[in-house]
């Protein structure tokens, strides 16, 4: 088997390539055909991109949901048609001599819960094509704003018209909405310059794998996280064999197949199942309002072990 197979890394990406162009450098390196990332990164953006080969790619959604880290400086005064750096210059105003009292408070603002309307030059869909594709057509598309969670919008530095942020905030968050809303509290036409992403959840830009030498075709000395440790930021169960067994027959484990608790599993919270040797069978879900004398598992068929036998 190959070495990098069913493993998630973690690549510090470079400006300039998009986020397929590391998985597709990354696929052709390694001769591994399964590969994928866990949230695009504009090409002018750096930082930590996950990228899950093989079966770890079933787990992609949980390292989704993971919070973000950013560092980023916001250029109030000029809006531009991507919201970044590389757009075209849409709209130029002189920036006034903003209270430093005041660009706190605004930051402040978008604490918690916010709604945030996608840029127009983004990857998602609207009948089957990018909004990216549509707005390089010339159509501008409504599209519903999405309600993301703010956790830290830290004011770091003040340069006027330049002001530098570091951010932590849930999956789904637009950076470039968030800095064109911070713009807009002052009247401001504003857009987002040396975007990096320092974290996904515990995966760390210090971490990271230089992107460069993954677009040149070097992966040589690159080490993938084996899944059953990647996903330890969740929560689990550890079942016995007689559970393992079944579960991978697609019988659901009872409440005393369960040799002990890893954390604090929740209703409806992804957990990991586990065998008493620690390695990961499925990842699943407690369904609310079941019975509590037994476990009911949603999910539970995505199974990233192979067993003689097993399905997989």
Do not use: Q
Not at 130 to 150: D, F, K, M, W
């Amino acid at each position: 088997m190959n070495d990098l197979d069913n493993r998630l890394f973690v690549i510090n990406k470079k400006a300039g390539p998009t986020s397929f162009d590391i998985v597709e450098a990354f696929r052709r390196a390694s001769r591994i055909r399964r590969v994928g990332h866990t949230g695009t990164l504009d090409p002018l953006a750096e930082g930590v991109l996950l990228l899950c080969s093989g079966k770890a790619t079933r787990a992609v959604e949980h390292f989704m949901n993971l919070n973000k880290w950013y560092e980023f400086e916001v250029r109030l005064g000029v809006g531009t048609s991507t919201l970044d750096a590389e757009g075209e210059v849409t709209a130029e105003v002189p920036c006034p001599p903003l209270r430093d009292e005041e660009i706190l408070a605004t930051a402040e603002g978008f604490l918690g819960d916010c709604l945030l309307d996608p840029p127009a030059f983004s990857a998602l869909k609207r009948n089957g094509k990018r909004l990216y594709e549509l707005a390089r057509a010339g159509e501008t598309p409504h599209v519903e704003g999405r309600t993301v969670t703010i956790h830290v919008f830290e004011v770091t530095r003040i340069e006027l018209p330049k002001v530098h942020f570091r951010l932590e905030c849930s999956r789904g968050t637009y950076v470039r909405s968030l800095a064109r809303d911070f713009g807009m509290k002052f009247g401001l036409p504003a857009h987002i310059r040396n975007l990096v992403r320092t974290a996904i959840g515990p995966f760390r830009i210090e971490d990271g794998y230089d992107g460069d030498r993954v677009t040149a075709g070097d992966v040589s000395e690159i080490e993938g996280i084996e899944l059953s440790k990647a996903l330890d930021f969740l929560p689990g169960i550890v079942v016995n064999d007689r559970a393992k067994r079944g579960l991978l027959n697609g019988a659901l484990p009872g409440h005393g197949d369960v040799v002990k608790a890893l954390g604090t599993p929740e209703d409806g919270v992804a957990l990991r199942i586990l065998d008493e040797k620690g390695e990961l069978v499925a990842v699943g879900k407690r369904l609310s309002g079941v019975d509590r004398n037994r476990l009911t598992w949603v999910d539970s068929y995505r199974l990233f072990i192979d067993d003689k036998g097993a399905r997989s």
